[in-house]
C-alpha cells in the first residue's frame, strides 16, 4: 500500500515537472524576423529576433519603422515604451511620426 502511494506521488510529481517545463518553454517565444529602422540620417539599423512582450529602446531616433516579423509589433516616441505611436502588422512599416525610441513586440 505504501509503494502504491509513494508510486501515486512520484507520477505526480513527474507530471507537475512536465506541466511547468512546457509552460515555462512557450512564455520564452520571440517574433521570427526582423524589425528594420532607419535613422533620420539614413543608417539603417535592424532587431533580429525580438521577444515577446519586451520594451526594446532603439540605438537612435527612428526616421522610419518596418516590422518584418511575423507579429505585430507597438511603436513609441519615448525610450521604455512611452507615449504610444502606433502598432505595425507585420510588412507595415510608418515614417515621420515624431522619432521613435522604442518598440515592443505584442504578438
Do not use: H, W
Not at 512536465?18 to 535613422?39: C, D
Request: charged fraction near 10%; include cysteine.
Amino acid at each position: 500500500m505504501f509503494a502504491l502511494a509513494r508510486l501515486g506521488r512520484l507520477g505526480l510529481a513527474v507530471g507537475m515537472a512536465a506541466v511547468l517545463a512546457t509552460g515555462l518553454a512557450t512564455n520564452a517565444q520571440a517574433a521570427t524576423g526582423n524589425i528594420r529602422y532607419f535613422s533620420t540620417a539614413g543608417q539603417e539599423f535592424r532587431i533580429t529576433n525580438p521577444p515577446d512582450n519586451v520594451c526594446l529602446t532603439l540605438q537612435v531616433r527612428a526616421g522610419s519603422v518596418t516590422n518584418e516579423t511575423n507579429k505585430t509589433v507597438s511603436v513609441f516616441l519615448g525610450t521604455n515604451c512611452a507615449t504610444f505611436v502606433t502598432n505595425l502588422a507585420p510588412g507595415r512599416t510608418v515614417a515621420r511620426v515624431g522619432g521613435p525610441q522604442s518598440v515592443r513586440v505584442i504578438g
